[in-house]
């Protein structure tokens, strides 16, 4: 939000069964995970790896439930752990 409000964010329990998604890691190999979602808002969302994401490195959401959801963002804060990684992403939108 430009007005410098905070964007509402919704849990991934509001979603059920849908917080699994699969993102696609742009580097070299192209590689790819599978990811819990854990929260979302309008800006970015919270997410849960079994790797470590890198700050700044750009990812494609490659499945998700949520047909609405931006297919690009950035990761923006990444830390490990007891049950893997937790990152935080920023959506990027088309200009």
């Given at each position: 939000m430009t007005d410098g409000r905070?964007?509402?964010r919704a849990s991934a329990q509001e979603f059920?069964?849908?917080a699994l998604m699969?993102?696609?890691i742009r580097d070299l190999a192209m590689d790819s995970m599978e990811v819990k979602l854990l929260d979302i808002s309008e800006t970015g969302m919270?997410?849960?790896a079994g790797?470590?994401?890198v700050l700044g490195q750009i990812v494609n959401i490659v499945n998700s439930a949520h047909e609405?959801?931006?297919?690009k963002?950035?990761?923006m804060w990444s830390c490990k752990g007891?049950?893997?990684y937790r990152a935080g992403l920023k959506f990027i939108r088309a200009s």
């Open positions: 905070l964007a509402k059920g069964d849908d699969k993102i696609e919270g997410i849960r790797g470590e994401l609405k959801m931006p297919k963002a950035v990761v007891t049950d893997g």
